[in-house]
């Protein structure tokens, strides 16, 4: 689903530990998927992707888990760094759907120093 | 290699006047996405455009909003006669292929109408 409240959710998270953020997709049809960074007054910044033939996806400090029984997707960034609080959205995608990417709702990381 | 490019970064209008925001997709790239984000939350599809050809408008208002992304120079997004709540970022993403492929974003253009 999409934000339409004006408070996102926060994950307040202190340095150094490992931060979890979930989104919940809505399309059962959706094969592709992509979180996003947006820190304040910037753009989305890619962080990491994962395609539905997949269940686990890493990369540098972060993990991409997706559970398409219950349409589920989380990202869990290790160590956490105060350059990792920013907004944190999950977006998906259909092949054959001109690639338009719907977002889901968003995900405020704050890192305690 | 140059990110997505956007100017303005910020545009004031007041009710009644014309915005036009431009985005250069990245090098290489000829797909070209532009998306609306309202305060506080996630990021809506507009359009999705070719050089030369509009592919998806199905997120684009019927009314005051049209695209065009020519043969050369930058995407332009039009919106004429603004009102009050078309004020809000507009982002625009690029991406080389349509088909499940990454779209990188630019800074966006944030809209604000007096």
């Known amino acids: 689903g999409e934000s339409v409240g004006l408070h996102l959710p926060t994950l307040s998270v202190q340095e150094g530990d490992n931060s979890i953020i979930n989104c919940a997709y809505s399309?059962?049809?959706?094969?592709?998927f992509i979180w996003y960074k947006q820190e304040s007054g910037k753009g989305p910044q890619f962080i990491i992707d994962i395609r539905s033939n997949m269940d686990k996806r890493q990369g540098q400090r972060v993990t991409v888990l997706l559970n398409k029984t219950v349409k589920h997707l989380s990202l869990q960034i290790a160590a956490t760094q105060p350059g990792d609080s920013a907004v944190y959205f999950c977006?998906?995608?259909?092949?054959?759907?001109?690639?338009?990417?719907?977002f889901g709702k968003g995900n405020q990381v704050v890192v305690i120093p | 290699n140059a990110g997505v490019m956007q100017n303005p970064r910020h545009l004031v209008r007041r009710r009644g006047q014309e915005a036009r925001l431009r985005c250069s997709p990245m090098?290489?790239?000829?797909?070209v996405y532009w998306y609306r984000q309202l305060p506080e939350e996630g990021l809506k599809f507009m359009v999705y455009?070719?050089?030369?050809?509009?592919?998806?408008e199905s997120g684009m208002p019927k009314e005051r909003f049209s695209a065009e992304f020519p043969k050369e120079g930058p995407s332009i997004l039009r919106i004429q006669q603004v009102v009050r709540g078309d004020s809000a970022a507009y982002f625009c993403?690029?991406?080389?292929?349509?088909?499940?492929?990454?779209?990188?974003f630019g800074p966006g253009t944030r809209l604000l109408v007096l």
């Open positions: 993403a690029s991406s080389p292929w349509a088909v499940q492929e990454t779209q990188y």
């Open positions: 977006a998906e995608t259909l092949s054959g759907g001109n690639n338009r990417l719907a």
């Open positions: 090098k290489g790239h000829s797909h």
């Open positions: 399309n059962s049809a959706s094969d592709y």
């Open positions: 455009l070719q050089k030369e050809n509009i592919i998806d």
